[in-house]
C-alpha cells in the first residue's frame, strides 16, 4: 500500500499484490471487498473491485497475476492502516 498526490492535489491510495490459482480449475472472475476502517473500528468506506476477470484474461491452475487497486474517495476519517481484503465472488470459466 502506497499514497501519494495526484496533479490535482488530491491523495491517491495504492493497494497492489498478487494472486494464484492453487486450484485445478481456471477462474474467470475474482472480486474482493476492500473494507476501510476509522480510529474507532467503524466502517468508512467498503468497495468491490475486480482483481481478476474475464477481460483481463482470468487466472489459469498454476498461475499468478498482480493486480493495482487506486483509491481517490477514502474519508478523512480513515486510520490509515491496510484495509481489509475479503473476498466477495468467485467464478470458475
Same mark, same amino acid.
Given at each position: /500500500?502506497?499514497?501519494?498526490?495526484? #496533479?490535482?492535489?488530491? %491523495?491517491?491510495?495504492?493497494? &497492489?499484490?498478487?494472486? +494464484? =490459482?492453487? +486450484? $485445478? @480449475? $481456471?477462474?474467470?472472475? %475474482?472480486?474482493? #471487498?476492500?473494507?476501510?476502517? $476509522? !480510529? #474507532?473500528?467503524?466502517?468508512? *468506506? @467498503?468497495? @468491490?473491485?475486480?482483481?481478476?476477470?474475464? @477481460? /483481463?484474461? +482470468?487466472?489459469?491452475?498454476?498461475? !499468478?497475476? &498482480?493486480?493495482?487497486?487506486?483509491? $481517490?474517495?477514502?474519508?478523512? &476519517?480513515? =486510520?490509515?492502516? /491496510?484495509?481489509? *481484503?475479503?473476498?466477495? +465472488?468467485?467464478?470458475? &470459466?
Amino acid at each position: /500500500m502506497k499514497a501519494s498526490e495526484s #496533479y490535482f492535489k488530491q %491523495v491517491v491510495v495504492e493497494i &497492489s499484490g498478487k494472486i +494464484g =490459482n492453487a +486450484g $485445478d @480449475r $481456471d477462474l474467470g472472475m %475474482v472480486e474482493i #471487498y476492500c473494507v476501510f476502517h $476509522d !480510529t #474507532y473500528g467503524q466502517l468508512v *468506506l @467498503r468497495k @468491490r473491485l475486480p482483481i481478476v476477470s474475464e @477481460r /483481463m484474461g +482470468g487466472l489459469k491452475p498454476g498461475e !499468478t497475476k &498482480s493486480f493495482r487497486l487506486p483509491f $481517490d474517495e477514502i474519508p478523512e &476519517s480513515w =486510520n490509515h492502516v /491496510m484495509p481489509q *481484503l475479503v473476498i466477495a +465472488g468467485i467464478k470458475f &470459466s
